[in-house]
């Protein structure tokens, strides 16, 4: 069975009760879709969010007190660099059934405090999506401690300390046209967010000439988390 790629991030952010805002998913959504529509100005965000580093701190509007990173603003400068070379792409379609399967991630981790891609109960991905009737060809990335979509955003394309660069390389994917986003607390990291995506509004194999290219490694957390 073919997954496709996975990788979660996380930020080191203390444990806090942070307040999430109803609006963040459907906000998450239309920050990644701005991304993917004009990844030369969201360049130009990241110069700006550059500016504010020191040393290995970041400093933004949205984290005033700092946000402690791995690489610094050079993870930063290599996204730049990636979005300007990157071609604008489709607008992701909301469905209901992906955003179900990240769910279902949400609602346990918020109890359990776990991380990653495997539920309590030992369910990927694929198998979450089976649950509510969809197909297992769904990619899936995940993002720990930012509360704000432009963070949550931010933290996926820059994808600091993630070697292959996993986050980046699925949000700018052209095989991928739907996604569903699920947010909510986290007891260790304060807030978390799940995107499922796939070629399909159900997650089921698209039909051979909509595939755009086989995706079929998995990418870890290069912190070995």
């Known amino acids: 069975m073919v997954i496709g790629w996975m990788a979660f991030a996380m930020l080191a ?3 806090a009760d942070f307040y999430i805002d109803p609006r963040l998913e459907a906000d998450v959504l239309a920050e990644l879709n701005r991304a993917r529509a004009d990844p030369q100005g969201y360049a130009d965000d990241l ?8 040393g290995l701190v970041a400093y ?8 402690m990173t791995k690489e610094g603003a050079a993870a930063v400068e290599e996204a730049i660099a990636f979005l300007d070379r990157q071609s604008p792409l489709p607008p992701f379609g909301e469905t209901g059934l992906l955003s179900k399967g990240a769910g279902d991630l949400v609602a346990d981790q918020s109890r359990s405090g776990r991380v990653g891609h ?9 198998a979450r999506m089976l649950r509510h ?18 963070s949550v955003v931010r933290q996926l394309i820059v994808d600091d300390g993630v070697a292959r660069r996993g986050h980046r390389l699925l949000v700018f994917s052209g095989q991928y ?5 699920a947010c ?26 909509e595939i755009t ?3 079929a490694a998995l990418v870890e957390d290069e912190g070995g988390r």
């Open 60 to 67: 933004s509007r949205e984290t005033p007190d700092g946000i």
């Open 13 to 15: 952010l203390a444990p």
């Open 47 to 54: 110069r700006e969010y550059r500016n504010g580093f020191d």
């Open 184 to 209: 909510g607390p986290h007891a260790t990291y304060g807030a978390m967010c799940v995107v499922d995506m796939s070629a399909t509004a159900t997650g089921h194999p698209a039909a051979p000439r």
């Open 213 to 215: 290219a086989p995706i």
């Open 133 to 150: 009737g969809g197909g297992a060809y769904v990619a899936e990335v995940i993002t720990y401690g930012p509360p704000d979509p432009r």
């Open 177 to 181: 046209r739907f996604a569903g986003v």
């Open 118 to 126: 495997i539920s309590s109960g030992g369910l990927n991905p694929s």
